[in-house]
């Protein structure tokens, strides 16, 4: 066990340290669920890719630098601690580009990386639909057969970025006589395709973070496939273990929050509550075994290990944890914490707020943690299926 | 980074869990009615359990806590009587307070001592700066007791033991008496205060990796029951509460073992977060020790509240390990000093 960092990853560490002091923007930028926020978010995401950073574990042929998992989580750590603006781009960098690696073809690679890493294409997800939350293998949408592709007809809904996005990969189901895992297929449909029409529902914060699309016989080439025809299900699901496992939220964006946390309540002094303070702890505690346990993964996976169900625990550590954080930081503001960042009192303490509606989301997408806790149960632990 | 144990460390962990597969099955435990079994505890230390923090000069092995980390959750697993974290923690202050050659006097005697507690023929135990009592003064050739900032050993015999019964009956407690001048003074000053903050780190420490045993052995003891319990014509395993109580147990303390384990690291390495490590560690394992005991009590309702169930073996242990060496709450105390007090927020290089 040797739990210091490498010479070249503190190198490492030190590179992206630098670039970000003196790239990131001084103040936020307006939320990326606004038309403005988006397009300043895509701006961000063009200086990333021009400075290398933007998709670090990609090959450097679609615009990565081939950066290991390590490095990846060093570079997650610094980007948050330095405050950095969240990724408009991560659906397609975190879930849909781990697939496309795997099951695309070269032609769709060289098609879809390259725009999609420096966020010119932003990229929604389109899984969910009304009949199917929870219950994903419950698909309807379908796509039938034509000359040369498909033809899409059915809803998506809550797909995020889908408001101001660009493209959208989701699953259809092909074979009308399936039912449940077989006979989807999973595609690549873009936003503006004659047929689509997108719908923004506002989040609990009023902007449309996620949107409703109606697909009316959209026509989709068959290079717009990702993976066998047949077999979305399969494809999907590698998407999944990204998202709930170890890409989709790395530890140095709960680190950083637990560290703002104490520094929260070593402001406020006498201000804060002693059970604030214990809680403030715990939280920091749970931020501080997350990250350790995701260098365990990784030291797992370096030799060998591949991470199954277990992505699920995962999933339910750190969206238990970002909600406890963004809790504990507006019990210790009182009302203060439930003020926008509008308001002239809300001072810097505006984000804790925007932050506890993000992080309450976090238990239900990815599979909710009611979900997650069947699949432990089940596949790690071995406990009976329901009757 | 590199979170893998050696070889070595694995096997020898193998090798513990091996043994008391043989030695100390429950029946075992349950006829271990002292709380100390000697010819087990002989075996233990033949394999090297009672030696491995000793320095070698004095008959040991000369390892670290890395190397028994995952031998202790194995004894914990086992819910082993003997006081495997107590008698460690006082060897290994004892050795160091040899090698430092801060001592005063009866060096000799010590040095014997130490050898003899090496072999498994003598027990060493020592008191918890946390704690009012002793464990295992009873079954102990010494004690490691400190008075007025400083560390003596004092010879059981001359010690005053008056027991103090409790809920882990094979984990004995005592008040202890003594007189000054029946103990050896071994750290006074500095070296004292050094050796207070190394025994309550090695004590919590080991005491989290004993926890991190018992609680996965709780819960394997509940899926087991879930699976073969049938009410309402199915395995209650079915039920979804139930695998919810139990998907929890488990994601508790799968997050607390990294954490045990960065603690050991930082404790040989000599890491400045130490303390602050061993402390986030210490309170995460009692939290799901804590954890599991509940769940496990719940899963196997009427029958987990006897002594006919093994189930008690283990829950007593975790009620006295997850207190002992500071509890969940004190450790979290410690970790906001450093956190919120000091202001020792980032953990960045
Ligand atoms: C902020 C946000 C962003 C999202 N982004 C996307 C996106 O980009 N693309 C996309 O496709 N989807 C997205 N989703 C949708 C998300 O994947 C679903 O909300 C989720 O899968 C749950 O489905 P549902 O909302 O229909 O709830 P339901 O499935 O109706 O569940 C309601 C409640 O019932 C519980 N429940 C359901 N079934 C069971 C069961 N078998 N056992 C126990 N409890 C059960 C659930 O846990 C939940 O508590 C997003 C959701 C949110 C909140």
Redesign the interface.
């Known amino acids: 066990m040797d739990l210091s960092f490498t010479p070249s990853e503190r190198e490492f560490r030190a590179e992206v340290r630098a670039w970000l002091a003196a790239n990131v923007p001084p103040e936020p930028l307006p939320s990326f669920d606004t038309a403005e926020g988006f397009r300043r978010h895509q701006d961000w995401e063009a200086l990333l890719a021009d400075a290398g950073w933007s998709v670090i574990t990609w090959p450097t042929e679609y615009g990565g630098r081939d950066a290991s998992l390590m490095e990846w989580l060093v570079f997650e750590e610094e980007y948050y601690r330095a405050g950095a603006p969240a990724r408009v781009s991560q659906n397609g960098i975190f879930l849909l580009a781990p697939s496309l690696l795997e099951f695309g073809t070269e032609e769709q690679k060289r098609r879809f990386l390259p725009p999609m890493g420096r966020g010119e294409e932003i990229w929604a997800q389109g899984w969910s639909e009304p009949e199917a939350g929870s219950d994903l293998a419950n698909i309807r949408s379908r796509a039938e057969r034509v000359t040369g592709g498909w033809r899409l007809t059915g809803q998506k809904i809550w797909s995020s970025r889908a408001a101001f996005g660009h493209w959208l990969f989701g699953i259809f189901r092909t074979d009308p006589d399936s039912r449940r895992h077989r006979g989807l297929t999973y595609f690549l449909v873009p936003l503006d395709a004659p047929g689509v029409t997108v719908r923004g529902i506002p989040q609990l914060d009023g902007l449309p973070g996620f949107a409703e699309v109606f697909f009316d016989d959209v026509f989709v080439p068959d290079d717009q496939v990702l993976g066998e025809v047949g077999r979305g299900w399969y494809v999907a699901m590698s998407t999944t273990g990204s998202e709930r496992g170890l890409t989709l939220r790395s530890p140095g964006r709960f680190l950083a929050t637990a560290d703002r946390l104490a520094a929260l309540v070593s402001d406020l002094g006498d201000g804060a509550a002693p059970t604030l303070r214990d809680r403030a702890a715990q939280a920091w505690i749970d931020a501080d075994a997350y990250r350790l346990y995701t260098f365990h993964t990784e030291s797992r996976m370096r030799a060998g290990a591949q991470i199954g169900a277990e992505s699920s625990a995962n999933k339910i550590f750190w969206s238990e944890l970002d909600r406890a954080l963004h809790r504990i930081a507006l019990d210790l503001l009182g009302t203060r914490g439930t003020l926008t960042a509008q308001a002239p009192d809300a001072a810097e303490y505006g984000r804790w707020l925007d932050g506890f509606l993000f992080a309450l989301a976090g238990p239900i997408y990815g599979g909710t943690n009611e979900i997650q806790r069947n699949i432990i149960a089940e596949r790690v632990l071995g406990l009976p299926k329901e009757a | 980074?590199?979170?893998?144990?050696t070889v070595e460390q694995h096997d020898f962990a193998a090798a513990v869990a091996e043994l008391l597969r043989t030695h100390c099955t429950p029946e075992h435990v349950r006829a271990t009615k002292s709380g100390f079994d000697r010819d087990r505890w002989k075996r233990l230390a033949d394999i090297g359990m009672a030696s491995v923090c000793v320095p070698e000069p004095h008959g040991g092995l000369g390892g670290d806590d890395?190397d028994l980390l995952l031998a202790v959750e194995e004894c914990g697993s086992a819910a082993l009587p003997e006081p495997v974290v107590e008698s460690t923690t006082a060897a290994t202050a004892l050795g160091a307070a040899m090698e430092s050659g801060a001592r005063d006097g009866g060096h000799a005697d010590h040095a014997v001592l130490l050898a003899r507690a090496a072999e498994g023929d003598a027990l060493l135990t020592v008191s918890a700066p946390t704690d009012p009592y002793v464990a295992a003064a009873d079954h102990a050739a010494a004690l490691l007791l400190e008075r007025e900032g400083a560390w003596y050993v004092v010879d059981r015999d001359r010690a005053a033991l008056t027991p103090q019964p409790s809920v882990d009956a094979p984990r004995t407690l005592f008040t202890v008496e003594w007189d000054s001048d029946g103990g050896t003074l071994i750290a006074r000053g500095e070296a004292a205060r050094a050796m207070s903050a190394a025994v309550l780190n090695r004590g919590a420490l080991l005491s989290g990796a004993y926890l991190l045993g018992a609680a996965r052995r709780l819960?394997e003891m509940s899926?087991s029951y879930?699976?073969d319990r049938i009410q309402f014509g199915?395995?209650i395993?079915?039920?979804?509460a139930?695998?919810?109580h139990?998907?929890?147990a488990?994601?508790a303390v799968?997050?607390?073992?990294?954490?045990v384990?960065?603690a050991?690291?930082?404790l040989t390495?000599g890491a400045a977060t130490a303390d602050r490590d061993v402390s986030?560690a210490k309170?995460?394992a009692s939290a799901a020790a804590e954890r599991a005991a509940a769940v496990a009590l719940q899963v196997h309702g009427a029958i987990g509240y006897t002594h006919e169930s093994d189930l008690h073996l283990w829950l007593t242990k975790v009620w006295a390990l997850s207190r002992a060496w500071g509890n969940a709450?004190w450790h979290?105390?410690r970790?906001?000093s450093s956190?919120?007090?000091q202001?020792l927020?980032?953990?960045?290089?």
């Not at chain 2, 395993?237 to 979804?240: A, D, I, K, P």
């Open positions: 980074m590199d979170f893998s144990f890395l819960i899926v879930a699976k199915r395995p395993g079915s039920f979804q139930v695998k919810h139990l998907a929890d488990f994601v799968e997050f607390a073992r990294p954490q384990w960065r050991g690291y930082s390495s986030a309170a995460s709450e979290r105390g970790v906001a956190l919120i007090d202001r927020t980032a953990r960045l290089p």
